[in-house]
């Protein structure tokens, strides 16, 4: 039975190693313990940090939209904006031009009536000229007789009534 029962030394060494071995166990888990929760906490850092990423990411891509919309519609009113200035300008030239083709026509008219007048005026001294001429050479040729030229006088002379 000495084998099957262990002797008072013996079980002392064992309770004495045992009893190491739970010291060592104990301080191994405070140690593996302080180490899995600074695991833990740098675990539950790195999830916070990433979700506060996460949710800055969705306030830039809000902000980013919101952008792009306010830049869309700073592009529309711009570009209205050209297309009335484009009208207007188009419309501005427009009246000149019509303005100024409206002055040649009148300015045109005014030529042409002074021309005109110009024209019937030389016309009135060119046949007034050919009237004196004509005359000159039908009373140089019925004067040439001094008969004629007598009764002609005295004809004229008849039809001049003194009032």
Not at 106 to 113: F, Q, R, T, V
Request: proline share 1%; net charge neutral.
């Amino acid at each position: 039975m000495d084998l099957i029962t262990p002797s008072f030394g013996l079980l002392f060494w064992m309770l004495i190693g045992f009893g190491i071995l739970c010291l060592i166990l104990i301080k191994a888990f405070r140690f593996i313990s302080k180490a899995i929760n600074k695991r833990e906490q740098f675990i539950d850092g790195q999830l916070h940090a990433a979700a506060q990423a996460r949710e800055e990411m969705k306030n830039l891509k809000s902000e980013h939209e919101a952008l792009l919309v306010k830049a869309k519609e700073e592009r529309d009113a711009i570009l209205a904006e050209a297309r009335k200035m484009s009208e207007k300008i188009y419309e501005d030239a427009k009246a000149k031009a019509s303005r100024e083709a409206q002055n040649l026509i009148d300015e045109a008219k005014k030529n042409i009536h002074y021309e005109k007048m110009k024209a019937i005026t030389d016309i009135k001294n060119e046949i007034a000229q050919m009237s004196l001429e004509i005359s000159e050479k039908v009373l140089g040729e019925e004067l040439k007789d001094k008969q004629r030229q007598k009764d002609l006088v005295e004809k004229w002379m008849k039809d001049v009534s003194i009032n």
